[in-house]
């Protein structure tokens, strides 16, 4: 479940970090979250980035959804494909799965549930994800992010809040920093547009462009900020 492997790989090493000391983290370790949450995102009616699927595709991408496997999209590189190969196969991977590179779409399953804290509904991630237009909405956003994270079968963060008003400022903070950058950075890479691909955030930050200063190992709440 790629929901879970968040929490399994990345999730020891950030709760080390918001214990280890007053820093926050880095825009790295944000932009590994924000990537595994937009592989998860299904392409839908309010993803501007995945209007470039065909119309057929995606109404079959409906009737999957009823076996709990969703359609994902590819981005775009520099205004065409986000592949340059030149075959049409489409390929099959784990577990029955398939995707096609030329025609920028890819097909994945995801179990974990979350509570939408603002509607107090129970969905799976996509599901929930499908319906946000995260640019606009980024407070219902930072909801699902958050319930995400904290989710043992997502993020597996849930360690850090078990105190309840007992929890230390500081980590509490950390942690609502890290929610809120998150979010920020998976709502551009969803948004559509020249600066949403993957690839322009990853040079953004590898040439310490922007909110970037210190390039990946820049503090994360430069993208708090941006807000």
Known sequence: NGAAKCGIRLGPTIKSLILANNNDLSVSMVFAVAVILRFLTPASSTNAAANHLCQRRMEGAKQEQQRGVYLGWLDFVDGDSSSDTTTTTTV?????????????????????????????????????????????????CKEVVRSYLLHPLGGDLHALLLEGENVEENTRRKV??????????????????????????????????HVYINGFATSCACLTQEE
């Open 176 to 209: 609502d920093t890290f929610v809120d950058a998150v979010s920020t950075l998976y709502a551009r890479m969803v948004g559509g547009g020249d600066g949403s691909s993957i690839s322009v955030l990853l040079r953004e930050m590898a040439e310490n462009r």
């Open 92 to 140: 099959t991977y784990a577990d029955g799965l398939r995707y096609n590179l030329s025609e920028g779409w890819y097909e994945f399953k995801c179990n974990c549930p979350i509570r939408a804290t603002l509607s107090d509904e129970m969905m799976t991630l996509p599901g929930a994800l499908s319906k946000l237009d995260a640019q606009n909405q980024l407070r219902e």
